[in-house]
């Protein structure tokens, strides 16, 4: 999750994506999140959480309001931050399917360890 969720961010900065852009591509997350669940794995997101999903896109709409969005960076930025979102989803949802039962201490020490050893190997490719 860490790898591909931070690895995509400062992919995406580094590559001049605007800082603010590059993090609210994956904040969309939960609604990414909870539209894959409903649809392909039989969760059911009630009328109330849907509500609070769309105050959560109208809150990032309230962000971007009043701002001329370029785009500006790269577009290995740009696939970057949406690989980022994608990863942060998918990773959420195969946690909640296979990873229910780690404490969530033990699952983020794997996690913080996995980007680690990723981000390890990244300092010695550039």
């Known amino acids: 999750m860490h790898g591909l969720y931070l690895g995509g ?5 580094s ?3 605007p800082a603010g852009i590059a993090a609210l591509i994956p904040g ?6 909870s539209t894959i669940a409903n649809r392909f794995m039989g969760e059911k997101v009630t009328r109330v959480q849907w509500v609070g999903l769309a ?4 809150g990032v709409l309230l962000v ?5 969005i370029t785009l500006a960076g790269s577009a290995l ?4 931050s949406s690989l980022s979102l994608i990863g942060i989803t998918l990773s959420t949802l195969y946690r909640k399917r296979y990873c229910g039962g780690i404490d ?7 996690q913080y360890i996995g980007a680690a050893v990723l981000f390890g190997l990244g300092t010695f490719c550039t």
Do not use: E, K, Y
């Open 9 to 13: 961010v400062f992919t995406a900065i």
């Open 15 to 17: 590559q001049g994506v």
């Open 28 to 33: 969309l997350q939960p609604i990414m999140t």
């Open 55 to 58: 105050l959560g896109l109208v």
């Open 64 to 68: 971007l309001h009043d701002r001329s």
């Open 77 to 80: 930025g740009w696939v970057a």
């Open 104 to 110: 969530w201490r033990v699952g983020n020490l794997i």
